[in-house]
C-alpha cells in the first residue's frame, strides 16, 4: 500500500516508519504523500490510540527535502509545500490522538519541522535538530516558523533558524524543544513506557486536550473558556469519562477503550 514507509498497528499503537534510509529518509513527494496517508489511516481507525513516528536506519530520522527528487507536479516551491508538506503537517496536528516522535538521528530542514510537529519527542542523546535552511538560502517552512518561537521564544528561534546550526537533544531538553532524551540503548524502552501510557490513556479527552492546546495559540481567554465548556460537555457523555468517574468512587484503576 506505502512505497516509502512502513506503517504497522499492533496493541493500539500505529508506527510509521519513514523507510528511505539510503538517502537519511529524505522528503521525496513520494514519502510525503506516504506520510500524510498513514496518518489520516490513522485518525480513522478507531483501534489506534497513540501514533509513532519514526526513521528507518541508525543515523536519520530525516534529513529534510530530497533536493534530487524535486517537487513532483508542483510547478515550484510554494505550491510543493501547499501541495506535499503542509497537508503533512495539519493532519499531525489535527489528529486526535497523540503522535509521538522517536527521534533516532539527525532531524535535519523540513525533518526537523516534521519532528516538532509531534506532540511528544523521545530522542536518543546522539539525536540532534537543525533548521539547515539558511545553508541553501533558504528560510524555515513546514512549519517550523509557528513552532520555534512558541517553544523555545522569539530570540531563540531566531537564532537557531538564522545560523542552522546542530541543536542536539541534550541542550533540546533545556530548551523545551523535546520531552525527553536517553542513551540510544534506552530510546527504545523509554518510547515503551510513554507509548504504554498513551494506548491506556482516555483517547477522546486527549484528543480535546490536543484540540484546544493547538487553539490556544490563536485565541483569547474568552474564546478558550467557551472551546473547554463544548469539548467538556461533550468529553462527559463518553464511555472513558464515566469508567474514570466509577473508578475514582470505586477506588480502583480505571480501564479506559478510547470510546
Same mark, same amino acid.
Given at each position: 500500500?506505502?512505497?516509502?514507509?512502513?506503517?504497522?498497528?499492533?496493541?493500539?499503537?500505529?508506527?510509521?516508519?519513514?523507510?528511505?534510509?539510503?538517502?537519511?529518509?529524505?522528503?521525496?513527494?513520494?514519502?510525503?504523500?506516504?506520510?500524510?496517508?498513514?496518518?489520516?489511516?490513522?485518525?480513522?481507525?478507531?483501534?489506534?490510540?497513540?501514533?509513532?513516528?519514526?526513521?528507518?536506519?541508525?543515523?536519520?530520522?530525516?534529513?529534510?527535502?530530497?533536493?534530487?527528487? =524535486? /517537487?513532483?507536479? +508542483?510547478?515550484?516551491?510554494?505550491?510543493?509545500? $501547499?501541495?506535499? @508538506?503542509? %497537508?503533512?503537517?495539519? #493532519?499531525?496536528?489535527?489528529?486526535?490522538?497523540?503522535?509521538?516522535?522517536?527521534?533516532?538521528?539527525?532531524?535535519?530542514?523540513?525533518?526537523?519541522?516534521?519532528?516538532?510537529?509531534?506532540?511528544?519527542?523521545?530522542?536518543?542523546?546522539?539525536?540532534?535538530?537543525?533548521?539547515?535552511?539558511?545553508?541553501?538560502?533558504?528560510?524555515?517552512?513546514?512549519?517550523?516558523?509557528?513552532?520555534?518561537?512558541?517553544?523555545? =521564544? /522569539?530570540?531563540? +528561534?531566531?537564532?537557531?533558524?538564522?545560523?542552522? $546550526?546542530?541543536? @542536539?537533544? %541534550?541542550?533540546?531538553? #533545556?530548551?523545551?524543544?523535546?520531552?525527553?532524551?536517553?542513551?540510544?540503548?534506552?530510546?527504545?524502552?523509554?518510547?515503551?513506557?510513554?507509548?504504554?501510557?498513551?494506548?491506556?490513556?482516555?483517547?477522546?479527552?486527549?484528543?480535546?486536550?490536543?484540540?484546544?492546546?493547538?487553539?490556544?495559540?490563536?485565541?483569547?481567554?474568552?474564546?478558550?473558556?467557551?472551546?473547554?465548556?463544548?469539548?467538556?460537555?461533550?468529553?462527559?457523555?463518553?464511555?472513558?469519562?464515566?469508567?474514570?468517574?466509577?473508578?475514582?468512587?470505586?477506588?480502583?484503576?480505571?480501564?479506559?477503550?478510547?470510546?
Amino acid at each position: 500500500m506505502y512505497e516509502n514507509i512502513l506503517y504497522e498497528i499492533s496493541d493500539g499503537i500505529a508506527r510509521i516508519t519513514l523507510n528511505r534510509p539510503k538517502v537519511y529518509n529524505a522528503l521525496s513527494p513520494g514519502l510525503l504523500k506516504d506520510i500524510t496517508a498513514a496518518v489520516q489511516a490513522a485518525h480513522a481507525d478507531d483501534s489506534v490510540r497513540v501514533v509513532v513516528l519514526t526513521g528507518a536506519g541508525e543515523k536519520a530520522f530525516c534529513s529534510g527535502a530530497d533536493l534530487k527528487e =524535486g /517537487m513532483g507536479e +508542483a510547478s515550484g516551491l510554494g505550491e510543493s509545500l $501547499r501541495q506535499n @508538506y503542509n %497537508p503533512m503537517i495539519l #493532519a499531525i496536528r489535527t489528529i486526535p490522538k497523540p503522535v509521538i516522535c522517536r527521534l533516532n538521528g539527525v532531524a535535519a530542514g523540513a525533518g526537523c519541522s516534521l519532528a516538532l510537529a509531534c506532540d511528544l519527542i523521545i530522542a536518543s542523546k546522539e539525536a540532534y535538530l537543525s533548521q539547515i535552511f539558511v545553508n541553501i538560502g533558504l528560510m524555515p517552512d513546514a512549519g517550523s516558523t509557528f513552532f520555534l518561537p512558541r517553544l523555545v =521564544g /522569539m530570540q531563540k +528561534a531566531f537564532e537557531i533558524a538564522s545560523t542552522g $546550526r546542530r541543536v @542536539y537533544a %541534550p541542550e533540546a531538553v #533545556a530548551l523545551g524543544l523535546i520531552h525527553k532524551a536517553v542513551p540510544e540503548s534506552e530510546l527504545d524502552i523509554e518510547l515503551c513506557d510513554v507509548l504504554t501510557y498513551y494506548r491506556n490513556a482516555p483517547t477522546k479527552a486527549i484528543g480535546a486536550m490536543k484540540l484546544a492546546l493547538n487553539q490556544s495559540l490563536y485565541s483569547n481567554l474568552e474564546q478558550m473558556l467557551e472551546l473547554e465548556a463544548v469539548q467538556q460537555d461533550q468529553l462527559s457523555h463518553t464511555h472513558d469519562a464515566a469508567e474514570g468517574m466509577m473508578s475514582f468512587l470505586q477506588k480502583r484503576k480505571a480501564v479506559y477503550r478510547g470510546k
